[in-house]
């Protein structure tokens, strides 16, 4: 990134009315409105069904809600619109849950990545179909209990690995990939502000909890965020130029997966083994990531 942004040298206008519906200690209403005060206003808002419509009361001019799989093409056709009108000043913005982009609209996603279209995608990733009942789609990780993935005598939760998105978006050779965290608002507004001066297809992949879906207390959203960093469990880096890679935040030493993910409800029936496998898991998959901080993914 070569434009270092603080947390204070966000705009002071408010961008999010007061009297927010989300639920208490809702990770994506805080998301929306990081993203919005570090885009400003001249942008447009494009959103699928899912919680977002709902908790963003956000002062932005011009809101489009398409349908659920159609994220994608109609920022597409926002997009080549004010190309057309001469408004390429204005950031197309969309911003969508894990469901909307790693399963229903990924194959408008790919496309339009694909196609390098004039779009920022910021997906915020509660790990589940949160508005609709807390279903399991393919950012859920491996044994967490949802709605979908119940524990039960013979269930022990989800039984496929989380899609790692963020690094598919990359190979279509994007010009901008990064992920980022609620927990490290900086480090986040950074990122948008450096995606925002780039013109052409910009994915950010954004963690964030969901007390109700994740049986955790809403006071420990951020805590929960933080630790999942400091864990290996949700690395921050970005991608530029479609495939140079650096690790925006390195813990000095990981922290145990056990310190998050027993602070959540449904990971409460994880067993020692289970979290021992998980424990190697994220130290390789960290130990990858070290190989590859500075250089090229491919
Ligand atoms: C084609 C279609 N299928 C299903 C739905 C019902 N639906 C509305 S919101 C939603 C869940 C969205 O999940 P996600 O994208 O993860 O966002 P979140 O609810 O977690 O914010 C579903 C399944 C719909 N609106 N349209």
Known sequence: MSKKMSIRDLREEEVMWSGNPACQGCAGSIVGRLIFKALGRNSARVEVASCAPGFMNIRVPSFFGPAFEGGAAFATGLARGYKVIGREDITVAALIGDGGTVDIGFQGLSGAAERNENVFWFTYDNEAYMNTGGQRSSATPEHANTTTTPVAQYSRGKTSDKKNVPMIMALHNVPYVATASVAYPEDLTAKIVYGKGIKGFRYMHIFSPCPTGWGTDPKDTIKIARLSVESGLWPLYEITEGHKMRLT????????????????GRFRHLKDEELSVIQEQTTENWQRLLEMDGKTIF
């Open 249 to 264: 935040y390195k813990p000095r030493e990981l922290k145990p997966v056990s310190e998050p993910l027993k602070m959540q």
